[in-house]
């Protein structure tokens, strides 16, 4: 308002007046009434320019949040990985939507994703994060955001509510059913062959009132040398309850917490956990392995664009190779000088090539170790099955960056690989693809949850794809995602939906030529 009284209807003033000024002043007193004149708008344009050349301090994503949350309804917000719901619940913190402490988390999902963040020494972890910088220190996991959140007393119940065709064992019935858990979270200083270590820890109570702690390195890393001297300094009541059992149990629960506001937080790998390198069956992984390291030292991904650019490349290439140098399903013949010629021309003059991927294009040396590589490791057969995975990044352009060894499971993050995800045969997650059925069953009894939370205590929701790591089954993820918003939609009757510009889009689009 003050910018526009002062600045904006004086220079429309003298834009509709500036003739008439002129006879009446300027010629009479020409210089003074010149510069008084110009003064003005001279001012205006002057505070534009500054205006434009000041930096933001604030990312394009924190803007962009903070500009979607709406106030009057209730904001429920898509995201791709399950650390990147921190930007929502610490951007609605800033605009006010909810307190910066003392929320209670009802987290629905396939997986705990209780585990501890590593330290940040560049700011407090008790500290209530500040500024975007700030909130993206913690985005570090997708199983550490309950606990980076707990740390700034953001959660002060944290309630996980898992379903029924999940292994739990190692708890008693008590503990599954609701029985409150006590995690202590803090920092430790030990010594270990005459080396200091700092980090951070939590312990957890286990069964017959044991206590397991977890000591974490600046790496995310977990530390087996020490089992005693976690310093806490934060408690956080923990919750497990059966999915079946949860209509009964939840209100109890959400009692002893009075009016605290309620942060409800569903992943889609609730109803199903799948493994992506399933869908690479009968093709050697270490080959896989092999590709991706390849991948790795070819391009660099700054942003979603170039991950959906390297994604769209690499499949023409994928097909080109098939087209071009495959002999049968069953074997390849290697591309010879001249098929490469043809791949090469086919991509230049469609453009392809010369695609800003990471700030600069893909090189003919490059191309060739990667059709090089493909046609003597893969067959037809192989090909469609890496095209029907696609290519995406590991994580999240948003993650933070810690030491991070580049192996089969685990690459840098700014890396593209086959899009299989963190379940490959060396992993030891948990498969559970639902029927129709079942898959109708789950979701009555997710419905059924969702009546015992009390509509005036919900906040904020946030809705987790978890397609990048390869969790939820991606032919359900579409019909799984319609039916949690339809419910979200029939409880609340008004909901704003905020698709997260991180996305993954790309995956499952065929190819494009």
């Known amino acids: 308002m003050i910018l526009y009284n002062f600045i904006v209807r004086p220079f429309i003033y003298l834009l509709n007046n500036g003739f008439r000024l002129y006879y009446t002043h300027v010629r009479r007193f020409k210089l003074r009434y010149i510069l008084k004149l110009l003064s003005i708008p001279a001012i205006f344009i002057f505070i534009l320019l500054i205006y434009n050349q000041v930096p933001s301090h604030s990312p394009e994503w924190y803007k ?12 429920v917000a898509v995201v791709e990985e399950h650390h990147e719901v921190l930007q929502y619940w610490f951007t609605a913190a800033h605009k006010n939507l909810l307190p910066a402490t003392g929320n ?9 994703d209780s585990g501890i963040p590593a330290y940040e020494p560049e700011v407090s972890m008790f500290k209530t994060p500040e500024n975007a910088e700030h909130i993206q220190m913690l985005m570090q996991r997708n199983d550490v955001f ?39 979270i803090g920092f430790y200083d030990l010594y270990y062959k005459d080396k200091l270590y700092t980090g951070t820890c939590g312990c957890y109570e286990v069964h017959q009132n044991a206590t397991e702690c977890d000591f974490i390195d600046e790496s995310g890393s977990l530390i087996t040398n020490f089992t005693k001297g976690c310093k806490t300094y934060r408690t956080l009541p923990m919750h497990m309850v059966k999915s079946s059992q949860a209509p009964v149990i939840l209100p109890s629960i959400l009692a002893k917490t009075k009016d605290a506001p309620i942060i409800l937080d569903i992943d889609e790998d609730y109803f199903g956990v799948m493994s992506g390198s399933d869908l690479l069956e009968g093709i050697n992984f270490k080959l896989i392995g092999k590709f991706n390291e390849l991948l790795a030292d070819v391009f660099t991904i700054m942003n979603i664009k170039d991950e959906v650019n390297a994604h769209k490349l690499l499949l023409n290439i994928l097909h080109l190779v098939k087209v071009t140098c495959t002999s049968t399903l069953s074997s390849m013949k290697e591309c ?86 963190v379940n490959t045969p060396f992993s030891e ?23 015992q939370v009390p509509n005036d205590r919900v906040k904020l929701i946030t809705v987790v ?9 991606r032919t359900l993820q579409p019909q799984i995602e319609e039916h949690i918003l339809g419910s979200l939609n029939n409880k609340f009757g008004r909901t704003n939906v905020i698709y997260d510009p991180n996305l993954m889009l790309h995956i499952g689009q065929g190819i494009i030529l």
């Not at 962009?64 to 904001?75: A, G």
């Not at 209670?104 to 705990?112: K, T």
């Open 64 to 75: 962009h949040i903070k500009m979607s949350l709406k106030s009057y309804d209730i904001n």
């Open 104 to 112: 209670v988390l009802i987290h629905i999902d396939g997986h705990g």
């Open 146 to 184: 309950i606990m980076a959140a707990a740390y700034k007393d953001f959660i002060s119940r944290f309630v996980w509510v898992y379903p029924d065709w999940m292994d739990v064992s190692g708890f008693t019935e008590g503990e599954l059913n609701g029985a409150e858990l006590k995690v202590q």
């Open 336 to 421: 010879s000088r001249e098929h490469f010629r043809h791949i090469q021309r086919f991509l230049r003059e469609s453009g392809l090539q010369h695609t800003l991927i990471g700030k600069r294009s893909l090189r003919s040396d490059e191309l060739l170790s990667i059709v090089s590589y493909i046609s003597k490791n893969f067959n037809a057969q192989h090909i469609d099955q890496i095209s029907g995975v696609g290519f995406c990044l590991i994580t999240s352009t948003q993650t933070r960056k810690l030491n991070v060894t580049r192996d089969l499971q685990i690459r840098p993050y700014e890396t593209i690989s086959v899009c299989h995800g």
């Open 429 to 451: 997650n948990q498969i559970y693809i639902p029927s129709e059925e079942d898959l109708d069953a789950n979701i009555d009894v997710y419905e059924s949850i969702l009546k």
């Open 465 to 473: 794809r978890s397609n990048r790591d390869g969790f939820t089954p």
